[in-house]
Nanobody, 110 residues
């Protein structure tokens, strides 16, 4: 299983970014694909998990600002991030089971 993350960058506080995770290899579903993040000096933490069409698990710190969408044809799970805050600055990783993508940097300037 391979996971390819893309879409990171630098944005001002209040701005938006969309991260995309494309999965490939020995995998036939995107249910369970998750986004994690790790801030400098911090622990890797779960941000959101895609459970299926219209069903997602968004964690408290980003609830109401981040949304997940999945495409079963493209085998992608997108993390749409709005009203970004400096504390959202981190390396974002997509994950499925024991597999991790390479991480993409998100920097939010104040």
């Amino acid at each position: 299983v391979q996971l390819q993350a893309s879409g990171g960058g630098t944005v001002e506080a209040g701005g938006s970014l969309t991260l995309s995770c494309e999965v490939s290899g020995n995998i036939w579903t995107i249910r369970g694909v998750s986004w994690y993040r790790q801030a400098p000096g911090g622990q890797r933490e779960l941000v959101a998990r895609y459970l299926g069409p219209g069903t997602t698990d968004i964690q408290g710190p980003v609830k109401g600002r981040f949304t997940l969408s999945g495409d079963f044809v493209k085998m992608t799970v997108d993390l749409e991030m709005e009203r970004l805050k400096p504390e959202d600055t981190a390396v974002y990783y997509c994950n499925y089971d024991d597999y991790w993508g390479q991480g993409t940097q998100v920097t939010v300037s104040s």
